[in-house]
């Protein structure tokens, strides 16, 4: 069979997805069941894949999905015993006292703490604490989860302590002599080559990153404000990018000083120790402050089953408390990812390993204490004695989270075992490459010389289909390499631009958007929400292929020019539109 015939057949389990999850809009847990079962036949038919290979990915894919959804119990679980014990309301008066701004709120809860949670533990847990925790002060569960995921992508690739370049990119390239030859020539041992590509993949982001804060409160304005606009997130573009730049400056240099490691933990705790200090002294902040309407002009889709009651509850919990479970469960997730510390060995001592399931190659090991739902679920017990909670207020939090995860499991349940049906399709009867190795194969032959801007792109299929950047990078960086040779360019950048592009599709990857809504208790509204975050993927992977081609081949009469001046252009003319809405803010409230 022809190669692009093969590519539509391995295109179609992804048009499945996006047909009747985002443009059909059904529920995840009615499209994902449908995208598995296609995705087995087509594995089963047209590749040859033997029936025991199918039965394992599934099985590995089963395992993966349960410990997504002890993450998701584990979020919920602290976010209702903080409400119960009435830290919200606390905490909901912390974030007023710091700025009564939702923009402000957003990119202090997502862009910075989300980003140190992300450094930390990985997995989608910051979407899954964050967009909980922005629905408890008073966010649209849609608004909070679309925001929550545009933040699953700038510090992705230096999530869970570095684990999508340390081990996602090493694992891709680490079998191949060329690339050690590579390194070789270059003068570096292989880990420093790697660690190399790290600070390369670290600028990249950082160029495309610094925009993101602001992206981020432009669609919360345009698709949740009363007045549907762009402008009025526009406004605070000051603040945004000051806010980028706290957390992408340090960023970048840890990453190209210490190591592919601590980058987004160290960027997001430096940018909260500028960044809050500002906002508390208006630094930046346009003076008309931005809140949603009163709820009861919501449209209904935008709110979910989660509800947080600004109700007493007897007694007073002081700021510092109310906090200290989230402090704790930073402390936690960063003690036991680092590998020179004990602790993580500790809690991966507890695990149930399966080798040659089914008398295949496929192997997986699950660590459920290093889990960090297992760590989120354990702060939560912590808090019923921190908050002295009684049982009753407790099991009600218990009760509660049970019901919201119930509800997301059977699309994860199937959404997990789709993906690894389809990366694991390589073994078959038929001599065919992997589903997403053809499909990557066949737009690098359409593409040539070009190959640069569309590099971070199959970055983000990878994401999209996998759910990880670490997957993503695991089956492409070796693919990229050998494009980058064919054509001539710097294999790094192109590796590099891969990492860039899989960090970015996590803000759309299934798994991710269930996990997320189902946190915020929103059902049913995956592909509204997949629909939204396209959005900013699209001008994530655009940019960085402009950055990266012009990185390859310079400025000049290129296409890579264009799109960065593209870019930059849009980028400015925002600027002037969000100046403009604050001299307008400014007479407005002169006026009154």
């Known amino acids: 069979m022809s190669l692009g015939a093969l590519s539509v057949l391995a295109l179609i389990p992804i048009l499945t997805v996006l047909l009747f999850l985002v443009i059909l809009r059904w529920p995840a847990k009615r499209a994902m069941p449908l995208a598995f079962f296609v995705t087995v036949l087509i594995a089963w038919f047209v590749w040859d894949v033997p029936t025991n290979q199918i039965a394992a990915a599934s099985t590995r894919g089963l395992v993966s999905a349960i410990e997504v959804l002890i993450i998701v119990f584990g979020a919920i679980l602290l976010l209702n015993a903080l409400k119960e ?14 700025s009564p701004d939702r923009r402000v709120q957003a990119i202090i809860i997502c862009w910075l703490f989300g980003s140190f949670i992300e450094g930390a533990s990985g997995w989608g847990t910051p979407a899954a604490i964050a967009a909980p ?37 090493n694992s891709g390239l680490s079998e191949s002599t060329i690339v050690h030859e590579t390194a070789s020539s270059l003068g570096m041992t292989f880990d420093a080559y790697i660690r190399a590509i790290g600070g390369e993949v670290a600028i990249i982001h950082a160029m495309v990153g610094l925009f993101i804060p602001l992206f981020m409160v432009t669609m919360l304005t345009r698709f949740f404000g009363k007045n549907r606009s762009i402008v009025e997130g526009l406004a605070i573009w000051k603040f945004a990018i000051f806010a980028g730049l706290a957390f992408t400056i340090p960023y970048a240099i840890v990453a190209n000083l210490l190591g592919p490691e601590f980058p987004s933990m160290f960027g997001g705790l430096i940018g909260l120790a500028i960044v809050i200090p500002a906002a508390k002294r208006g630094f930046l902040i346009p003076k008309k402050t931005w809140d949603f309407e009163d709820k009861a002009s919501w449209d209904p889709d935008w709110t979910g089953q989660l509800k947080v009651y600004n109700q007493p509850t007897g007694k ?47 192997t997986f090991t699950s660590t459920p ?86 590099a971070p792109a199959i970055g983000a299929l990878g994401a999209f289909v996998a759910g990880s950047n670490t997957i993503s990078n695991m ?61 900013p993927t699209a001008f994530y992977v655009f940019f960085a292929g402009g950055i990266g081609f012009v990185l390859i081949n310079g400025f000049g009469l290129n296409i890579g020019t264009l799109m960065v001046l593209t870019v930059v252009a849009t980028v400015l003319f925002a600027f002037y539109k969000g100046s403009k809405e604050n001299r307008r803010g400014k007479k407005e409230n002169k006026a009154a």
């Open 369 to 454: 204490l290093h889990l960090p739902g297992t760590i989120l679920i354990l702060v939560s017990f912590i808090v019923f004695f921190m908050h002295q909670m009684d049982t009753k207020a407790y099991g009600r939090a218990v009760k509660e989270s049970f019901g919201t995860v119930a509800s997301a499991a059977p699309a994860l349940l199937f959404a997990v075992p789709m993906v690894q049906v389809f990366i694991n399709s390589g073994v078959n009867a038929s001599g065919y490459s992997s589903m997403p190795l053809v499909l990557a194969e066949t737009v690098s032959v359409a593409i040539g010389e070009n190959w640069p801007v569309v």
């Open 316 to 362: 007073k919990i002081t700021p510092f408390m109310s906090w200290l479970p989230y402090v704790i469960v930073g402390v936690i997730l960063v003690f036991t990812r680092i590998n020179s510390l004990p602790f993580g060995d500790w809690l991966k001592s507890v695990k149930f390993t399966a080798t040659d399931v089914f008398g295949t190659t496929i």
């Open 85 to 98: 014990s009435g830290a919200i309301q606390t905490i909901r008066q912390t974030f007023t006292d710091v």
């Open 475 to 535: 089956m492409f960086s070796l693919f990229q390499f050998g494009v980058a040779e064919n054509i001539g360019v710097t294999a790094s950048t192109i590796i590099a631009l891969q990492a860039v592009g899989g960090a970015a599709g996590n803000m759309i990857c299934v798994h991710n958007v269930v996990a997320a809504s189902a946190a915020a208790g929103l059902i049913g509204k995956e592909g509204n929400i997949i629909r939204k975050t396209l959005i």
């Open 133 to 169: 925790l922005l629905v408890a002060i008073g966010f649209p569960a849609m608004g909070a989860v679309i925001v929550a995921l545009i933040i699953q992508s700038t510090p992705v690739s230096f999530g869970a302590v570095g684990t999508p370049i340390l081990i996602g990119v």
